[in-house]
């Protein structure tokens, strides 16, 4: 009688680890890959901006002042994402989550940028701005009110956008990091990931 119940308990130990296991699979085939696709699609858009920054600033057919279309495009480009900053900001339930909480918030923090990121998710508020772009914007604006020659302008500018393509590049690095420790939860529990 106590070898039956102890071959009873040993086989649904086994089926609840398989059926963790399957589950496990699930959630990164059909949630965590497709999310880190969908970040990849999203850093490459933003590199793509930056460089579109880039070509504009770098043009001489127009003057380095605050009417210079950069300001205008990246405007344009922070304002029709102001709804992906909303839907970001909804992720801060999953913030503490043991299994994916570190991964979220690393997007999280990509999209929105640290001050915006503690604005919202700890105190509530709905992001207002892209933190990049709002940064680049400030930059900018600094350097054409500088007294020196559009030359140095536009160099000064374009150290401004290639600072945040290699922040962005960092943070796109982080993200990989925190994806591969969540796989290695997901699909490898018992290997312990790096920290």
Do not use: W
């Not at 130990?13 to 589950?23: P, V």
């Not at 991964?103 to 923090?109: D, E, G, N, S, W």
Request: proline letters at 3%.
């Amino acid at each position: 009688m106590i070898i039956e119940i102890v071959d009873k308990l040993i086989d649904r130990c086994l089926q609840l680890i398989n059926h963790r296991k399957e589950q496990n699979q699930e959630i990164y085939s059909d949630f965590i890959t497709p999310i880190m696709s969908s970040f990849e699609e999203l850093h490459q858009g933003y590199v793509e901006s930056f460089n579109l920054y880039r070509e504009l600033i770098q043009s001489i057919d127009y003057l380095m002042d605050l009417s210079h279309p950069v300001f205008e495009r990246i405007r344009r480009d922070s304002l029709l994402s102001s709804e992906l900053r909303a839907k970001t900001a909804a992720l801060n339930s999953f913030d503490s989550d043991p299994i994916v909480g570190s991964f979220v918030r690393a997007i999280t923090l990509y999209v929105l940028g640290q001050e915006q990121y503690n604005a919202v998710i700890l105190n509530g508020y709905r992001p207002t701005t892209n933190a990049s772009r709002e940064r680049i914007t400030m930059g900018l604006r600094e350097v054409v009110n500088l007294s020196t020659s559009d030359e140095d302008k536009r160099h000064r500018s374009l150290a401004i956008i290639d600072e945040m393509i290699v922040e962005k590049q960092g943070e796109h690095f982080y993200i990989m990091s925190e994806f591969s420790k969540l796989k290695v939860k997901l699909l490898n529990p018992t290997l312990k990931s790096r920290n």
